[in-house]
């Protein structure tokens, strides 16, 4: 019998590994945000550049994107 690999069988991995990437993109965006460092600014903006190319992988949904990017970009645009 022979068997093929279908790309639903092989996605899986791939997704884990972007959305892995993602949360520690957001993570780190927020843990710098908390500090108030003076690369928060780069860190957020890399953040939503990781949350944009999910989107268009179709592992995060878009409204689920843009909450988070909407949370990131209220956090750094709060007055200190």
Do not use: C, F
């Not at 928060?40 to 990781?50: F, K, L, M, P």
């Amino acid at each position: 019998e022979i068997y093929t690999l279908s790309l639903h069988d092989a996605l899986p991995i791939s997704i884990h590994g972007v959305r892995s990437a993602v949360r520690s993109s957001v993570k780190s965006a927020r843990e710098a945000l908390g500090g108030k460092s003076a690369d928060s600014a780069t860190t957020v903006r890399e953040a939503i550049r990781a949350l944009d190319r999910a989107v268009t992988q179709g592992i995060i949904h878009r409204n689920t994107a843009a909450r988070r990017k909407s949370s990131l970009a209220r956090k750094l645009n709060a007055p200190a």
